[in-house]
């Protein structure tokens, strides 16, 4: 389709384990946003992405967290040593430069056990 | 960015007009006022965005007060599908981050 891509849907994982979470955003659309949402609470910011570079990863909570988008194009959220406090839906959203129009995927839900 | 205060919840008949209102006093002279909602179990979705004109568009039409401290945006003839989170942002021009809050919860009932 033609809309924001986020693979895997669900994750189960163990208290220590490493997850990637892939995000294949819209072509043509340089801007990327990694949020991520609790139950009950709205989307909060964790990175933002300008082409390749992090234009804006003020919102990335700790080390263990950190993403890249090598090509411009698809990007992947890394989480080492995950903790049962990662559990959430992480949201991928693309958009053009400096558009305040996201365009969202329907996220991948991460359960650390 | 600008806070926004919401209601948590608000209730609206199908086939009536849905009025959610939307509080942002601190709001600056370049900041826009966007909505977004999220249906249950989705990813957020643009509805409609101003800066100081009444928008309409094909989801919904944005009242911005003549002060901008505040807005309403409106969908004219609420439908079971609409029922989903509206979170109403305030986003600086040319700043790309938008900053949700909790949003309102609309129920659209039969």
């Known amino acids: 389709g033609a809309g924001v891509s986020q693979t895997p849907s669900n994750k189960v994982t163990e208290k220590g384990k490493y997850v990637e979470l892939r995000c294949d955003p819209i072509?043509?659309?340089?801007?990327l946003y990694w949020y991520r949402q609790s139950l009950g609470q709205g989307p909060e910011f964790l990175i933002y992405?300008?082409?390749?570079?992090?234009?804006?990863d003020s919102g990335l909570p700790n080390d263990r967290f950190f993403a890249v988008r090598p090509e411009g194009s698809v990007s992947t959220l890394k989480i080492q040593r995950t903790e049962r406090g990662d559990s959430a839906v992480y949201l991928c959203?693309?958009?053009?430069?400096?558009?305040?129009?996201?365009?969202f995927g329907e996220g991948s839900r991460l359960t650390v056990l | 960015d600008a806070k926004t205060t919401q209601p948590p919840s608000m209730d609206c008949a199908e086939g009536r007009a849905a009025n959610l209102p939307c509080n942002h006093s601190?709001?600056?002279?370049?900041?826009?006022v966007y909505w977004y909602r999220q249906i249950h179990s989705q990813g957020p979705q643009y509805i409609i965005h101003?800066?100081?004109n009444n928008e309409t568009n094909e989801m919904a039409s944005l009242i911005i007060t003549e002060d901008r401290k505040s807005s309403t945006l409106i969908l004219p003839h609420a439908t079971l599908r609409d029922t989903a989170v509206y979170y109403c942002i305030v986003r600086v021009a040319g700043y790309s981050t938008l900053t949700f809050g909790k949003g309102t919860m609309l129920l659209v009932s039969p």
């Open positions: 072509s043509g659309h340089t801007a």
């Open positions: 601190t709001i600056s002279g370049n900041e826009y």
């Open positions: 992405f300008q082409g390749t570079g992090a234009a804006d």
């Open positions: 959203a693309s958009g053009q430069e400096n558009t305040g129009e996201l365009f």
């Open positions: 101003g800066l100081k």
